[in-house]
């Protein structure tokens, strides 16, 4: 992920961008695509927005709103123990962008500290719904496929089962 200008708005933004020894790979190209798709579906305040994706001579790229800020996982080593409002803060926008998700047919299936982007004024925004479930496409993994951070799963999501929003909620405590 790359910083970068879109030079017509001249607004700072994050750029995405597939390496080329895995461009080969059709698969992770597909959960890329996936992850667009996400994206693209889910406009709330408390999701990094995903503003276009391409590809230029077969490298895949992803243009996404430029978070100025840590993610969670960023704050949390250099202050291991933070007061109380901050994380009821953290807590509150991520849940917020959780229950929004699901309206749109879309669980995220790996929130995770590093996924969780805290903005300057401490708004915090959930990222990387690359392997997300999308009610309505084609599934990406069969029932009874695992896929996600072991650390994070719900038991029902470690167990490969049918999951849900609960789920999200569960990686998200």
Same mark, same amino acid.
């Given at each position: 992920?790359?910083?970068?200008? /879109?030079?017509? &708005?001249?607004?700072?933004? #994050?750029?995405?961008? =597939?390496?080329?020894?895995?461009?080969? +790979?059709?698969?992770?190209?597909?959960?890329?695509?996936?992850? $667009?798709?996400?994206?693209?579906?889910?406009?709330?305040?408390?999701?990094?927005?995903?503003?276009?994706?391409?590809?230029?001579?077969?490298?895949?790229?992803?243009?996404?709103?430029? =978070?100025?800020?840590?993610?969670?996982?960023?704050? %949390?080593?250099?202050?291991?123990?933070?007061?109380?409002? =901050? *994380?009821? /803060? =953290?807590?509150? /926008? %991520?849940?917020?962008?959780?229950?929004y998700s699901p309206s749109k047919g879309v669980s995220h299936r790996d929130i995770k500290p590093y996924?969780?982007?805290?903005?300057?004024? !401490? +708004?915090?925004?959930?990222?990387?719904?690359?392997?997300?479930?999308?009610?309505?496409?084609?599934?990406?993994?069969?029932? !009874?496929? $695992? %896929?996600?951070?072991?650390?994070?799963? &719900? *038991? $029902?999501?470690?167990? !490969?089962?049918?999951? +849900? #929003?609960?789920? +999200?909620?569960?990686?998200?405590?």
């Amino acid at each position: 992920i790359y910083l970068a200008e /879109n030079v017509a &708005s001249k607004e700072q933004v #994050a750029l995405k961008v =597939i390496l080329p020894h895995i461009a080969s +790979d059709g698969e992770f190209i597909k959960r890329f695509l996936h992850e $667009v798709q996400a994206n693209k579906r889910l406009q709330h305040k408390n999701i990094i927005q995903v503003k276009e994706c391409d590809d230029y001579k077969g490298t895949y790229f992803m243009v996404m709103e430029f =978070i100025n800020g840590l993610t969670l996982g960023e704050l %949390l080593k250099i202050e291991p123990v933070l007061p109380l409002n =901050i *994380p009821l /803060n =953290i807590l509150t /926008n %991520l849940l917020e962008g959780l229950k929004y998700s699901p309206s749109k047919g879309v669980s995220h299936r790996d929130i995770k500290p590093y996924k969780s982007m805290i903005r300057m004024n !401490g +708004d915090v925004s959930s990222a990387d719904f690359g392997i997300s479930k999308i009610a309505d496409l084609t599934r990406l993994t069969q029932t !009874g496929s $695992v %896929l996600g951070t072991p650390a994070y799963m &719900s *038991p $029902v999501q470690a167990q !490969g089962k049918q999951i +849900d #929003a609960r789920s +999200d909620i569960f990686s998200t405590g």
